[in-house]
C-alpha cells in the first residue's frame, strides 16, 4: 500500500490545530512502517470477508481465482480527540484476464480520546475500506 512521504514515518502524524499543520507524536509509534501495518490489515480484513488466502504475504500457488488488490492512500488525518479522515484508492484486478474495477472508499469518524481514538477511527476506516473492496471482488466474480 502507497501512503504520502510526509506520513510514512515511525511516529503517528496528526493534524497540528489551526495553522493547517502537521504534528509528529513522538511517545506514539506504529509497529512496523506505515504502509506495512495499513497493507496488513486490509489484508486481514479482505482474507476473513472473503474466506481468501493473501497470496502475496504467503506464497501460495493461486489454486482459485486471484485477484490483485492495490491500494493508495490518498489522504490521512486525525484530530487528536475529535475525528480521524482518509480517503483511500483501490483497484481490484482479476487474473489472468485482466478485469479490473476502481474506487475509492472516503471516510471521517469520530476519534474520542487521544491516540486509541486516532487508532481505532482508522481501524474503522480500514474495515470500510476492506468492504469496499471485497464487494468490488464479489461483482468481478459473476
Do not use: C, F
Amino acid at each position: 500500500m502507497r501512503v504520502p512521504e510526509r506520513l510514512n514515518r515511525a511516529q503517528l502524524v496528526v493534524s497540528d490545530g489551526a495553522d493547517g499543520g502537521v504534528k509528529l507524536l513522538d511517545t506514539s509509534r506504529w509497529m512496523s512502517p506505515l504502509p506495512d501495518e495499513l497493507r496488513d490489515a486490509l489484508s486481514q480484513r479482505l482474507q476473513s470477508s472473503l474466506d481468501a488466502v493473501d497470496i502475496y504475504q504467503h506464497g501460495l500457488p493461486a489454486t482459485q481465482p486471484a485477484v490483485r488488490v492495490t491500494a493508495e492512500v490518498v489522504i490521512l488525518d486525525a484530530d487528536l480527540g475529535e475525528r480521524a479522515a482518509a480517503t483511500i484508492a483501490w483497484t481490484v484486478k482479476r487474473l489472468p484476464d485482466g478485469k479490473t474495477l476502481s474506487g475509492r472508499t472516503e471516510a471521517e469518524v469520530p476519534a474520542p480520546g487521544q491516540v486509541d481514538g486516532v487508532v481505532n477511527a482508522y481501524r474503522q476506516i480500514l474495515a470500510a475500506t476492506a468492504a469496499d473492496i471485497a464487494t468490488s471482488v464479489l461483482a468481478l466474480e459473476r
